[in-house]
C-alpha cells in the first residue's frame, strides 16, 4: 500500500532524502565511500534517491534502476557499514516524520538493506580443505 499522508509528497521526501545524504557525507565511516564514488554534483544523485523514494513509499514508479548492481561494485563496504547507514536513517525519519509515517519509511529501508545485505555479502560456507585431518 502507497502511504497516503497529507505531508507526505515527492518535496517532502526530497528534503528527507537531502538531510539524510548531509548526514551520511559528514560521517566517518561512510563519507569516504561516498565521495569516491560521487565525484562533483551530487544533485543527479539526491534525484535519483527522491525518484527511488518516491518509487518506494507513494508507489508513483518514478524509479526504474537496479540497485543491486550499484552496490556490488562498490567493494569498500563492509558488512557492519549497513547498521551505521540504518543509524543515520531511522534518526532522520524519527525527526521528520510522523510516527507513523516513519514506521514505513524505516520498514521499507530495512528489508531492502537486508536484502542488499544478502546480495553483496552472503556466502555458503564451504567446508574447509583439510580442516578435519
Ligand atoms: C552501507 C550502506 C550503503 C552504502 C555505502 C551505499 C552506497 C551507495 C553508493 C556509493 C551509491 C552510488 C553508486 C553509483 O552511483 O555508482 C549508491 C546508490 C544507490 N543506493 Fe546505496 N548504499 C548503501 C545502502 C543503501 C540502502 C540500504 C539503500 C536502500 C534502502 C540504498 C539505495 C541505493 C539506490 C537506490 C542507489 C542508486 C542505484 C542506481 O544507480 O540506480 N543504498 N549507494
Same mark, same amino acid.
Given at each position: 500500500m502507497p502511504v497516503s499522508h497529507p505531508l507526505v509528497d515527492r518535496a517532502f521526501i526530497g528534503a528527507l532524502v537531502r538531510d539524510f545524504y548531509d548526514r551520511v557525507r559528514a560521517d566517518a565511516r561512510l563519507g569516504p565511500i561516498f565521495a569516491s564514488q560521487i565525484r562533483g554534483d551530487w544533485e543527479p544523485h539526491l534525484e535519483k534517491m527522491t525518484d527511488f523514494w518516491s518509487s518506494v513509499? *507513494? !508507489?508513483?514508479?518514478?524509479y526504474s534502476g537496479r540497485p543491486v548492481p550499484a552496490h556490488l #561494485? *562498490? !567493494?569498500?563496504? #563492509? =558488512? =557492519?557499514?549497513f547498521d551505521i547507514w540504518l543509524g543515520h536513517f531511522r534518526q532522520v525519519a524519527a525527526e521528520r516524520c510522523p510516527p507513523q509515517v516513519a514506521e514505513v519509511f524505516v520498514d521499507r529501508a530495512e528489508r531492502i538493506a537486508r536484502s542488499l545485505r544478502l546480495a553483496m555479502f552472503f556466502r555458503l560456507e564451504r567446508p574447509q580443505a583439510g580442516a578435519d585431518e
Open positions: 513509499i *507513494l !508507489k508513483n514508479g518514478a #561494485r *562498490l !567493494k569498500q563496504v #563492509r =558488512e =557492519e557499514d
